[in-house]
């Protein structure tokens, strides 16, 4: 299994929620994807990013489907628009 986070920090933080409904628009684009969460901010509780996503693979061979995949890749280029920050990391669990 191999653990994909992904951490926004937005332009707009009010953003967020638009952020979010794109990167949900993913959950389901290749086989082999486990768990596909996406956070926002939320006022009151500590956060150093805006939007963070939190995603399993069943292995390194689906998050490379996933990768490339066309809407994946739209969705990418949306939220560079929006985003002035971010940080991945992937490791296996």
Same mark, same amino acid.
């Given at each position: &299994? %191999?653990?994909?986070?992904? &951490? ?25 994807i ?18 963070? %996503? ?34 991945? %990391?992937?490791?296996?669990?």
């Amino acid at each position: &299994m %191999l653990r994909h986070i992904v &951490m926004f920090t937005l332009k707009r933080p009010e953003d967020a929620p638009k952020v979010k409904a794109l990167l949900d628009s993913c959950k389901a684009l290749v086989p082999g994807i486990h768990e596909f969460d996406v956070g926002i901010k939320t006022d009151g509780l500590d956060a150093n990013c805006d939007v963070v %996503l939190v995603s399993t693979f069943a292995n390194a061979d689906a998050l490379d489907a996933y990768q490339p995949h066309p809407h994946h890749q739209e969705v990418v280029k949306q939220i560079r628009e929006m985003a002035s920050a971010r940080h991945v %990391l992937d490791y296996n669990v």
